[in-house]
């Protein structure tokens, strides 16, 4: 059974970090590209982050140059550190993760993300 747990979200102020972590069970972790997605409300999901099984990172324009993805494969988790938030991070941050040529895809439940002061 695949399993993708979120942690890390919660209340900031503007300008402030967070780090989310999502840990990974059930699957070949190493060979799975990983991603962050989030959706604020009434709109909808949007591309945060993604790394690819060999380290390979894109962003959304949004958080280019504030956020940064990266994972470890020796704890099947991966982590994206938010810096410099502002009231638009707010959103329920989700993990996701895709293998390498299946048209399948996994999600977590989300974590809250809010920035305010």
């Known amino acids: 059974q695949v399993q993708l747990v979120e942690s890390g979200g919660g209340l900031v102020q503007p300008g402030g970090s967070l780090r989310l972590s999502c840990a990974a069970s059930?699957?070949?972790?190493?060979?799975?590209?990983m991603g962050w997605f989030r959706q604020a409300p009434g709109k909808q999901r949007e591309l945060v982050a993604t790394i690819t099984s060999r380290y390979i990172t894109n962003y959304g324009d949004s958080v280019k140059g504030r956020f940064t993805i990266s994972r470890d494969n020796a704890k099947n988790t991966v982590y994206l550190q938010m810096s410099s938030l502002k009231p638009e991070d707010t959103a329920v941050y989700y993990c996701?993760?895709?293998?390498?040529?299946?048209?399948?895809?996994?999600w977590g439940q989300g974590t809250q993300v809010t920035v305010s002061s």
């Open positions: 059930g699957i070949l972790f190493r060979v799975y590209n």
């Open positions: 996701n993760a895709e293998p390498p040529i299946q048209p399948i895809e996994y």
